[in-house]
């Protein structure tokens, strides 16, 4: 660990050496508006005649060796409360667009798109994204460590986007309000994407090397203001809901339930950079269901969250650590219980300087014996370096006036997590890496409370290797974190390299080998899988993925391997097996997509398995997307487990009348749990960040049909600006 970490540091010192930005010489000039912008994707104004423009765009897929083939023009200009911007992106090819859906937030690779990357304390590592595909599905997400979108962010703006024969063009009104600056400075880092998907080009204002993505704010360029922004004045937002509901469950028996509810979001901004969120009653009734697996896992799965108070402005408390090493994971917050009031500050001090705090109260459940918790998180970060940061993170879970009942569920009285971490990006994002360590406090004293990881990466056109070690103490204890596994010592390096061939079928293919090793505390090896696959990216965007793999596992504990309530193989048992398989994803430019993977060897005592899963999906653009998933699995195992098969089916349906009314229908049907899930979710948008939604949800038995239960809930949201 020792070691890992001077080269951590070894490697962020060489780096800080080039601080300037590598795109410093991009500059677009930005002058404030004399007359009224009228957002309707017409640029007829004199603003827009008389700004600068950056166009000669970059080209960054297929190849980053030239210049983009598609045109595209970006203008942008502000007023006392709005930035405006235009962009105007050019056909190369006939034909109409390619769009997904008028789906918010759309996939970025099945979308013609624009995005703008908006860094406004110009740090290169936090700010915002805001954009639309080439039917006006709006795109906006909070940005951070320096290339992610976090799309769960939902604030005012307004776009229009409006089509011609020769280009379409897309026109936003993003108010200061919405977004967090520093006060006084005049630069801020900037980038613009296009994505053509007729051409399948991908290209960008700054020149971005192709094995990063646009959205790296270490290429960005920067936009010259022709005086400081002023300050957004007063900022505070009231968002109440009212919610009626009924439910019904018929596996317990119980009577109709009726609901009717009522609750309140307030956003306050402290300052230009710094927020403070409050909410009293919350209800996520209207947040999408969890995705059904096949579990054949030993250990806990994962699911994300999905509830957007704990998404937005996240990143501090949700990053923190790996992604099996987490010391806070908001999930565990308020899913078995009702969340009373809660209360975040975010955001930035300074340029250096990140905090974020967040206070939770859930209620008590006396069905349960659950006293009402507290859960308290704190996270503070310092950017050192180009573009690197130091971060501490605190997690306090308590339990409030509980004593314990021996007759009742025991709960503790308290855990707390103290965490510090290293997250290293060299300037020019050739170097990533980050370096951890964790403590937990409980009433119970524990040996071994502890944790301790680091990994470093190195990303080149052509190769990227990495490395990463973890250890996690017996004694360690996360209540409020995800950490599947304990009493463990993992090593996981990594190699691959790229080919690019000159032929106009295959864009780039290269292998990538990989071992995973787990093993105790004192280094008596418990599994292992070394994993070698080759890959095929293809120049129309299609990928295909062949792979070899080889297991080896010593159970610490007893474990089903159908996961299905049979028998149990026995601590200390030993298994070692080989599988293959293969994994196509189709090109997303045609309205029917699909793609499949394959998997097929042995499995525990000496069983084999095999797991096919497939999509098929179809789109009438941009109005209707019908997607059907489905997944098989068949173990074969010695008696008494024998043969068992699992499928996993889930249609789902999305229809957008409009960028602002949305209806979606999603079933799931899995044979492992036996049920069958239904849930249907209208939602009308009717003014920005304003909504009307009504959620359905029904759990059948598959054998007959016959309704476990039921619930309807009709939710009514207004955002209100003081």
């Not at 970059?58 to 911007?85: C, F, G, I």
């Not at 026109?171 to 309000?177: G, Q, T």
């Not at 209620?363 to 659950?370: I, S, T, W």
């Not at 990006?425 to 360590?437: E, I, M, Q, R």
Request: net charge positive; charged share 20%.
């Amino acid at each position: 660990m020792r070691s890992t970490l001077v080269f951590l540091f070894t490697i962020a010192i060489i780096s800080s050496g080039v601080a300037q930005k590598k795109n410093e010489a991009f500059q677009l000039p930005i002058q404030k508006a004399t007359g009224i912008i009228k957002v309707d994707g017409v640029v007829d104004e004199g603003d827009w005649l008389q700004s600068a423009t950056a166009s000669d765009f970059y080209m960054v897929l297929p190849m980053d060796t030239s210049m983009a083939k598609v045109r595209t023009e970006v203008k942008m200009t502000y007023d006392d409360d709005n930035l405006y911007l235009v962009a105007i992106c050019y056909h190369s090819l006939p034909g109409p667009y390619v769009v997904e859906s008028l789906r918010r937030d759309f996939s970025f690779g099945k979308n013609d798109n624009f995005l703008l990357f908006m860094d406004t304390f110009d740090d290169q590592t936090n700010g915002f994204s805001f954009g639309a595909n080439a039917a006006g599905a709006q795109w906006d997400g909070l940005m951070y460590e320096g290339s992610k979108v976090d799309l769960n962010w939902d604030n005012k703006w307004t776009s229009v986007v409006k089509n011609y024969d020769d280009k379409w063009i897309f026109e936003a009104a993003i108010p200061f309000k919405t977004i967090r600056y520093k006060n006084g400075i005049t630069k801020w880092g900037i980038n613009f994407s296009r994505l053509d998907l007729k051409t399948t080009e991908k290209s960008s204002w700054t020149p971005v090397p192709r094995q990063f993505p646009t959205a790296s704010l270490a290429f960005s360029g920067s936009l010259v203001w022709d005086a400081p922004p002023k300050k957004a004045g007063a900022n505070v937002s009231v968002i109440p809901y009212v919610l009626g509901g009924v439910s019904k469950d018929y596996e317990k028996n119980t009577s109709t339930a009726h609901r009717g509810e009522a609750g309140l979001d307030v956003k306050v901004a402290v300052t230009s950079s710094l927020n403070l969120d409050l909410t009293v009653n919350p209800d996520f009734s209207q947040v999408d269901v969890d995705r059904q697996v096949t579990n054949l896992d030993r250990f806990e799965l994962f699911f994300p969250e999905r509830r957007q108070f704990f998404l937005e402005n996240g990143d501090m408390f949700n990053n923190f650590g790996y992604s099996t090493i987490r010391p806070f994971f908001s999930r565990r917050i308020g899913l078995n219980a009702p969340i009373q009031a809660g209360a975040r500050l975010s955001g930035k001090l300074d340029k250096n300087w990140r905090i974020a705090m967040m206070d939770m109260q859930t209620g008590k459940v006396d069905d349960e014996a659950l006293p009402a918790q507290n859960f308290a998180v704190m996270a503070l970060q310092r950017k050192i370096f180009a573009r690197s940061n130091i971060g501490m993170l605190i997690v306090n879970k308590e339990s409030i006036n509980y004593r314990g009942d021996l007759n009742a569920p025991v709960y503790s009285k308290y855990n707390r997590n103290l965490g510090f971490e290293y997250n290293l990006a060299s300037s020019n994002n050739l170097w990533t890496g980050k370096a951890l360590y964790l403590k937990s406090f409980s009433p119970v004293k524990t040996a071994n409370d502890y944790t301790y990881a680091a990994n470093v990466q190195y990303s080149k056109r052509r190769l990227s290797v990495s490395g990463q070690y973890e250890y996690v103490g017996s004694g360690y204890t996360a209540e409020v974190g995800y950490v599947p596994r304990r009493n463990f010592v993992r090593v996981n390096p990594q190699v691959g390299y790229l080919f690019f061939p000159s032929g106009k079928t295959i864009l780039s293919h290269g292998p990538k080998v990989s071992t995973s090793v787990f093993f105790t505390p004192d280094y008596r090896q418990t599994d292992s899988e070394t994993f070698l696959a080759y890959n095929f990216n293809f120049r129309k965007l299609s990928t295909f993925t062949v792979w070899i793999a080889n297991n080896y596992v010593k159970l610490l504990s007893p474990f089903d391997p159908t996961n299905s309530g049979k028998d149990s193989l026995a601590t200390g048992s030993e298994h070692t097996w080989n599988a293959w398989g293969t994994e196509f994803i189709s090109r997303p430019q045609t309205k029917l997509t699909y793609g499949f993977s394959t998997r097929y060897g042995g499995y525990y005592q000496n069983g084999t398995r095999l797991f096919l899963t497939g999509d098929l999906g179809y789109r009438v653009q941009p109005y209707v997307s019908v997607l059907l998933s489905a997944s098989y699995n068949d173990i074969r195992l010695p008696e008494p487990w024998g043969k068992s098969t699992f499928w996993l089916v889930g249609p789902r349906i999305d229809v957008t009348f409009t960028n602002k009314i949305f209806f979606t229908t999603f079933l799931q049907y899995n044979e492992q749990r036996n049920n069958m899930n239904l849930n249907t979710r209208f939602q009308w948008r009717y003014r920005p960040a304003s909504d009307l939604f009504i959620v359905y949800t029904d759990n059948y038995l598959p054998e007959n049909l016959s309704v476990k239960n039921h619930s309807l809930v009709l939710k009514f949201t207004y955002w209100w600006n003081l």
